[in-house]
């Protein structure tokens, strides 16, 4: 089991970057775990961003964010940071991370994933 934490969420202009993190909470770890970031815009399902594999560090990413946002891992910090750049009002959204076992074929769907964070909000506006 992992318990999770988001951080780095704000305000912040059009074309400005903005780091996130998804922290492993005192006591629990992501272990063999995959970590993707999703987000979800009112109204909007979850929409997958990108994942890395904690133990192997390997990352797959949404083709709508490829070359914009990218995913690291923190292993001083126990963390995966999303990094990303060029934001624009459409990336407005709750970000979230979750942590589970996906196949490749399930990667990118929300339901794979069993540990979830709360989220944070970025806003994206002038």
């Known amino acids: 089991q992992v318990r999770l934490d988001e951080s780095g969420g704000g305000l912040v202009q059009p074309g400005n970057s903005l780091r996130l993190s998804c922290a492993a909470l005192s006591g629990t770890t992501f272990g063999d775990y995959t970590v993707a970031w999703f987000r979800q815009a009112p109204g909007n399902e979850y929409e997958f961003l990108g994942s890395?594999?904690?133990?192997?560090?390997?990352?797959s990413y949404a083709n709508s964010v490829k070359g914009r946002f990218s995913i690291s891992r923190d292993r001083p910090m126990s963390a995966v940071i999303l990094q990303m750049n060029n934001l624009q009002p459409e990336d407005t959204a709750v970000y979230l991370c979750?942590?589970?076992?996906?196949?490749?074929?399930?990667?990118?769907?929300?339901?794979?994933?069993?540990?979830w964070g709360s989220g944070t909000q970025v806003i994206v506006s002038s």
């Open positions: 890395i594999k904690w133990s192997g560090g390997g990352t």
């Open positions: 979750g942590a589970g076992r996906p196949t490749q074929s399930t990667i990118q769907d929300a339901r794979a994933y069993y540990y």
